[in-house]
C-alpha cells in the first residue's frame, strides 16, 4: 500500500474488470462478430470513429506511429484539460480475439495502465 497526501491508502496496483456488450444486426452471422468488430480495436486509426474522448476536443493533436495496426501501432494525444496528454501502444494482438495495450497519460496527472479488449459472443443473438 501507499499513502497519497491528503487522501486514505491506495494500493499500488488495481484492476478493474468492465464487460460491454454490442448487438450485432440479426441478420449477421453470430460467430463472426468478433471478427467484425476486431479491426476497430487492433487498428487505432478506427478510434477516430468511435472512441468518446475522440469528440471531447475537436483541437486535440494526434500522431500515430508504427504499424497501421497490430503490435506496436502507437497513437499518442495532447489535448485540453478534460482530455490531457498520454499515448497508446499496441504490445499484443491475436487476431478476432485479443488486443492489449499500454496505456501511458501524462496529464491531468500520471497514469500507467495496461488495457486489454476480448471480444467474445455472448450467447445466441436475440430472436426478432
Not at 452471422?29 to 471531447?56: G, M, N, R
Not at 500522431?63 to 495496426?69: D, L, N, Q, R, S
Not at 503490435?71 to 499484443?92: F, L
Not at 496505456?103 to 450467447?123: L, Q, T
Amino acid at each position: 500500500m501507499r499513502q497519497v497526501r491528503g487522501l486514505a491508502p491506495c494500493p499500488a496496483h488495481l484492476c478493474i474488470d468492465q464487460t460491454r456488450y454490442v448487438s450485432s444486426p440479426a441478420d449477421y452471422p453470430h460467430q463472426h462478430a468478433t471478427q467484425k468488430i476486431f479491426p476497430f480495436i487492433d487498428d487505432l486509426h478506427a478510434w477516430l470513429d468511435w472512441s468518446p474522448y475522440e469528440k471531447k476536443d475537436p483541437e486535440m493533436k494526434r500522431t500515430f506511429g508504427g504499424p497501421a495496426a497490430g503490435v506496436g501501432a502507437r497513437y499518442a494525444r495532447d489535448g485540453s484539460r478534460g482530455i490531457g496528454a498520454g499515448s497508446m501502444e499496441i504490445t499484443e494482438s491475436q487476431p478476432s480475439s485479443r488486443v492489449v495495450m499500454k496505456r501511458d497519460s501524462a496529464r491531468p496527472f500520471a497514469v500507467h495502465n495496461i488495457v486489454e479488449f476480448s471480444p467474445e459472443p455472448e450467447g445466441e443473438p436475440p430472436r426478432r
